[in-house]
């Protein structure tokens, strides 16, 4: 772990690390009506799956943990592989090394895993992904192998899935984004599509409480993912991290003064 690094927490984290929010949305994925949250405990795991936004919520409780990961942009179809590095790392942190090697079974917390895709890439209500099917060739029978799966939802507001209507938190959640989209897609710039967009959502009584006591907060996260997002269009060879920094400053700069974010990508392209 880079001590240096600054991780920035989007806006999905923000919301759902909280406590209520959280079992309210596990109660809509899981069909379960979990009431007792007492023994729940938010963690977090630097620098596994996410280098520099998080956005990855974590409860542990006795017997389970769950991980729900937000993917805004496109799918990530190494996310069984990514999440293999993250379970064990977890394991790893929570039992300790060197009861593995120990006589007696240790009993593990049982992994409930799901991705939330909030993308606008055209992609299926839900989808299973697997780490098998990344291997090279098919395991064979008589050896013993792994695999793990990924269930995926697609959450985008506009698909109506009925995850949204079960979960009042996703589903206005999901309007935000949808709004600050619609809102740049029409030609404003960023800043005004995020401050027309939680304007929006204040006046129409959407996620109100949580909007007027993180106002600010919430306006800088938005801003950062959807600068992060203008970025990843212009990917360079030399990583993501390091072409964030190089570019974060001229995206402020261009956003600022008015570029939609076509504008700010044909620019940024073009000084590569």
């Given at each position: 772990?880079?001590?240096?690094?600054?991780?920035?927490?989007s806006?999905?984290?923000a919301?759902?690390?909280?406590?209520?929010?959280?079992?309210h949305l596990y109660?809509?994925?899981?069909d379960?009506?979990?009431?007792?949250t007492s023994?729940?405990?938010?963690?977090s795991?630097e620098?596994v799956?996410?280098?520099?936004?998080?956005?990855?919520?974590?409860?542990?409780s006795?017997d389970?943990?769950?991980?729900l990961i937000?993917?805004?942009y496109?799918i990530?179809n190494n996310m069984?592989l990514l999440l293999?590095?993250y379970i064990a790392?977890?394991?790893n942190?929570?039992?300790?090394h060197?009861r593995?090697?120990?006589?007696?079974?240790?009993?593990?917390p049982t992994?409930e895993?799901?991705v939330?895709?909030n993308?606008?890439?055209?992609?299926?209500?839900?989808?299973?992904?697997?780490l098998?099917d990344a291997?090279?060739?098919?395991?064979?029978k008589?050896?013993?192998?792994i695999?793990?799966?990924v269930?995926?939802?697609?959450?985008?507001?506009?698909?109506?899935y009925p995850i949204?209507?079960?979960?009042?938190?996703?589903y206005?959640?999901?309007?935000?984004?949808d709004?600050?989209?619609e809102?740049?897609?029409l030609?404003s710039?960023?800043?005004?599509s995020?401050d027309?967009?939680?304007?929006y959502?204040i006046?129409?009584n959407?996620?109100?409480?949580?909007?007027?006591k993180?106002?600010?907060?919430?306006r800088?996260?938005?801003?950062?993912?959807f600068e992060?997002?203008i970025?990843?269009?212009?990917?360079?060879e030399e990583?993501?991290?390091?072409?964030y920094k190089?570019?974060l400053s001229q995206v402020?700069?261009l956003?600022?003064?008015?570029?939609?974010?076509e504008?700010?990508?044909d620019?940024l392209?073009?000084g590569?």
């Amino acid at each position: 772990m880079n001590p240096d690094r600054d991780y920035q927490n989007s806006l999905f984290v923000a919301l759902f690390s909280e406590l209520e929010p959280f079992t309210h949305l596990y109660n809509a994925l899981s069909d379960e009506n979990l009431n007792n949250t007492s023994s729940f405990r938010f963690i977090s795991l630097e620098d596994v799956l996410f280098r520099l936004f998080r956005k990855d919520v974590c409860f542990l409780s006795e017997d389970r943990f769950i991980l729900l990961i937000e993917q805004q942009y496109t799918i990530n179809n190494n996310m069984p592989l990514l999440l293999l590095d993250y379970i064990a790392t977890l394991y790893n942190k929570l039992s300790g090394h060197e009861r593995f090697f120990r006589n007696m079974l240790f009993k593990l917390p049982t992994p409930e895993v799901i991705v939330l895709y909030n993308g606008v890439d055209s992609f299926p209500d839900e989808k299973i992904l697997k780490l098998s099917d990344a291997f090279k060739t098919p395991p064979k029978k008589q050896f013993g192998s792994i695999d793990l799966t990924v269930r995926v939802i697609n959450i985008n507001n506009k698909r109506n899935y009925p995850i949204l209507i079960k979960c009042k938190e996703l589903y206005e959640y999901s309007i935000i984004i949808d709004k600050v989209r619609e809102n740049w897609s029409l030609g404003s710039d960023l800043i005004n599509s995020v401050d027309l967009a939680l304007n929006y959502c204040i006046e129409n009584n959407i996620l109100v409480d949580f909007l007027k006591k993180n106002s600010l907060d919430v306006r800088d996260m938005l801003l950062r993912e959807f600068e992060f997002y203008i970025i990843q269009q212009v990917r360079t060879e030399e990583g993501m991290e390091k072409t964030y920094k190089k570019y974060l400053s001229q995206v402020k700069s261009l956003s600022e003064k008015g570029y939609t974010h076509e504008q700010i990508i044909d620019i940024l392209k073009k000084g590569k």
